[in-house]
């Protein structure tokens, strides 16, 4: 399980919960915007029944989307560290210090939701100041979980979340950071996580790009409360170059 070494009673927040919003709707708004000449504008909406080749494409346009917005790109890569498996990596531009750079996707669950089964041997369960946990497995059980969860918040054929995290080809591509790495005395922290919860007047338009759904209906809890999505970001602490792999202030325990 991924702990932050952060007391519980102190909070994680390097920017406003006003600026990681702001970041997250100009972004989105800008994915929206692109027009791939192979996607309809009415299948944005519905990006889960998109052919592989179509998300390949629609992809590969937000990747460019994203240089041109926040003049970085960050994508999946072989890690630095020698043995290190996957990483994330800065493969265009630079990242000023104090940006959003990449998101934690996954399910959702909070006290008494069984996710026990899904814990097994998954070293992508995060675990949020207030014991909120995400799992960002995008394979198996935790895979299937996740798009059940999707399907089921959906309003009508429209999507409230991301549905696509799980492929290789994400259409939100800032949801990769369930595979930023551990920082090491070789690899210092150039990342942090700040927990934010997405508001009530959040774009609707824009949910299907969020990478986070709730096990329990997102829709309302128990008392009928609307239930928050929690979304998880990364924020740089420093500028990062060009080829720099992003490293994270976790540290795993065991459970």
């Known amino acids: ?67 041109n917005c926040v003049g970085f790109v960050i994508e999946r890569k072989p890690s630095i560290i020698p043995g290190g498996g996957t990483g994330v990596l800065v493969t265009k531009g630079q990242v000023p210090e104090g940006t959003v750079v990449s998101m934690y996707p996954g399910t959702l669950y909070r006290a008494g939701e069984p996710i026990l089964l899904q814990s097994l041997a998954n070293p992508f369960i995060f675990r949020c100041i207030d014991r909120v946990l995400i799992d960002g497995n995008d394979k198996n059980i935790s895979k299937y979980i996740y798009k059940s969860c999707g399907q089921r ?23 990769v950071g369930q595979y930023v790495n551990n920082q090491s005395k070789q690899f210092p922290a150039n990342v942090a996580y ?15 790009y969020i990478p986070n759904i709730n096990y329990t209906s997102s829709i309302q809890d128990s008392l009928g409360h609307h239930r928050l999505t929690r979304v998880v970001v990364l924020v740089s602490l420093r500028k990062i170059e060009q080829g720099e792999e992003l490293f994270s202030s976790y540290f795993t325990v065991v459970h």
């Open 1 to 67: 399980m991924r702990m932050r070494s952060v007391a519980p009673n102190e909070n994680d927040q390097i920017l406003p919960d006003v600026e990681v919003e702001k970041f997250l709707v100009n972004f989105f708004e800008n994915i929206e915007n692109e027009r791939s000449s192979s996607v309809k504008t009415s299948e944005l909406w519905k990006s889960h029944q998109l052919t592989k080749e179509e998300q390949y494409i629609h992809h590969k346009n937000n990747l460019r989307v994203m240089e």
């Open 153 to 175: 918040d959906r309003h009508g054929p429209y999507l409230t979340c991301d549905l696509t995290w799980v492929t290789q080809n994400p259409v939100n591509p800032l949801a």
């Open 194 to 208: 700040q927990e934010f919860d997405i508001p009530m007047e959040f774009p609707f338009h824009l949910r299907k």
